[in-house]
């Protein structure tokens, strides 16, 4: 005698959030390719995070001993100028980072993890790491670029001076913002550069 069928009431169904995000294999459970791909991605950022929190750690210790350095000299506000920006890119990267892993995933093949929204969201990707990775880099170089224009008085709405007359937490204070805005400021130079040689924006 035949069991009767299950009814389809019966049927387990499946959330919104279990659709999007896959479920983790179970014990014995080969994993596919997209499984590898999120956990990779979650092995990079742990990564991320620590290199940064390393480059800040350092950035920080240098700081400390440039704020400690007994001279008003150029050395060691070009020293504080670089190392600011560097912290400030650190803090760029670490922001970024966190906002679009709180977003999801985007594979190596655009597929979006969850499932993308009706608004779209910037999300952490393979894509993005170098920039991640370059960021303090930057930051560093456009901290030197703040020191520079802060001495100059062209780059902020400072009198011009010398470097033996700056404060060094002026430096520090406008490299850090810097590096914490490089992409802004890069953008803000270019377009000012481009004003001022008279070439077409684009």
Known sequence: MSEPPVPLESAPTLTATQRAWPATPTAGQEPNDRDRELARLRVAFQRLLIFLAGVGVAAGVGIGFALAWDSNGSPRLLLLGGLGGAVGGVLSAAVSAMDRYANGFELMEGEAIP????????????????????????????????????????????????????????????????????????????????????????
Do not use: N
Request: no cysteine; hydrophobic share 45%; net charge positive.
């Open 115 to 202: 499932a993308q929204q009706p608004k779209p969201t910037q999300r952490f990707s393979d894509r993005m790491l170098p920039q991640f990775y370059f960021r303090p880099a930057l930051g560093a170089g456009v901290g030197v670029l703040a020191f520079a224009g802060l001495v100059a008085g062209v780059l902020f709405s400072t009198p011009s001076a010398s470097g033996s007359t700056i404060v060094p937490e002026s430096v520090l204070f406008f490299s850090l913002i810097s590096g914490l805005f490089a992409k802004t400021l890069i953008e803000r130079l270019k377009k000012g550069f481009k004003a001022l040689v008279g070439a077409p924006e684009g």
